[in-house]
C-alpha cells in the first residue's frame, strides 16, 4: 500500500499541453476510478504515474517521496493495459516471470512467485501455454498476473477489461474487487465504463480536457454532480 500525491502535474508533447496543473491526493489502499472523454489525458496520466512517460512539470510523490526521476521498480507500480501487451513467444509462465528475470531473480525465486500469482488468478492450468492458445479472459488474467508477480504498492490499470465481452467483463470486475479486497493495495483504474466505475471506485475522478472536473465517492457524484458533464459521466442529474 501506498499513497500518491500529485501536486501541479502538467504533461505537454510539443506546444499541446495534454494535462493541466493536475493536483490529486490518492489514499493508502484505496481503488481511485478515472473517467473522461477519450483524449482528455488519462492514459498519459497513468503512463506518468508508472514511470513510462516524464512529468513535464509538477511533482509525482509515492508515500511522500518524490518520485518523478525514479523507474518504474523504485516507484513500486505496475501497469496493466487495454492489449494486454504479453509476449506472444512466450509461455504464461515466461510472461509472468519476465520482469523478475530481469530483476535478477534466481529460477526458484520466479517460480515460486509465479506460483503465488497463478494461484491468485486461478491460471495454474494454464502455465505452460503460450498467449494465443488462451482466450481474451485468459491472457487478461496473465496480464494482471504480470502485475502481481512484482508485489506492488500501486496497481495502474488501462481500461483493462475494455476488450473483453459483456459477461466476461462482469466476472472479472467481481475478479478486481476480490483482488484488491485481498491484496489491499493501492489501485488506479481508468474506465470508460459507468458501471465499473461505479461498484468499483472508492473515489471516482471524472476528467475532461487534461483537467479534474470532479472528484468524489461514487455516492457523491450521483447525487451532486457539479454539472451536466459530470451527470453524464456518472448518471442523471435529479
Ligand atoms: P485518453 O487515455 O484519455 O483517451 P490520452 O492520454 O491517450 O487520452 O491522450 C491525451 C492527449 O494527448 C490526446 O490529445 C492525445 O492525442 C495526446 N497524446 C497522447 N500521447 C501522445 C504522444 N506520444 N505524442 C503526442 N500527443 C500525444
Ligand atoms: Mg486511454
Do not use: W
Request: hydrophobic letters at 40%; one cysteine or more.
Amino acid at each position: 500500500m501506498a499513497n500518491v500525491a500529485l501536486s501541479e502535474v502538467s504533461k505537454s508533447y510539443g506546444s499541446l499541453e495534454v494535462i493541466e496543473g493536475l493536483n490529486l491526493q490518492i489514499e493508502d489502499g484505496s481503488f481511485t476510478v478515472f473517467v473522461g472523454p477519450s483524449g482528455c489525458g488519462k492514459s498519459t496520466l497513468l503512463r506518468m504515474i508508472a514511470g513510462l512517460e516524464p512529468i513535464t512539470k509538477g511533482t509525482l510523490q509515492i508515500d511522500g517521496k518524490t518520485m518523478n526521476q525514479a523507474d518504474p521498480i523504485e516507484r513500486g507500480v505496475a501497469m496493466v493495459f487495454q492489449n494486454y501487451a504479453l509476449y506472444p513467444h512466450m509461455t504464461v509462465e515466461q510472461n509472468i516471470g519476465f520482469s523478475l528475470r530481469m530483476a535478477g531473480l534466481t529460477k526458484d525465486e520466479i517460480a515460486s512467485r509465479v506460483a503465488v500469482a497463478a494461484k491468485t488468478l486461478q491460471i495454474e492450468p494454464l502455465l505452460k501455454r503460450k498467449p494465443g492458445q488462451l482466450s481474451g479472459g485468459q491472457r487478461q488474467r496473465v496480464a494482471i498476473g504480470r502485475a502481481i508477480v512484482r508485489d506492488p504498492e500501486v496497481f495502474l490499470f488501462d481500461e483493462p477489461l475494455s476488450n473483453l465481452d459483456a459477461e466476461l467483463r462482469v466476472s472479472m470486475r467481481v475478479e478486481i474487487a476480490k483482488l484488491h479486497n485481498q491484496l489491499g493495495s493501492t489501485m488506479i483504474y481508468v474506465t470508460h465504463d459507468q458501471t465499473e466505475a461505479m461498484t468499483l471506485a472508492d473515489k471516482i475522478v471524472v476528467m475532461r480536457a487534461g483537467k479534474i472536473e470532479q472528484a468524489g465517492t461514487p455516492e457523491e457524484l450521483y447525487d451532486n454532480p457539479d454539472n451536466l458533464f459530470v451527470a453524464g459521466f456518472i448518471g442523471s442529474p435529479r
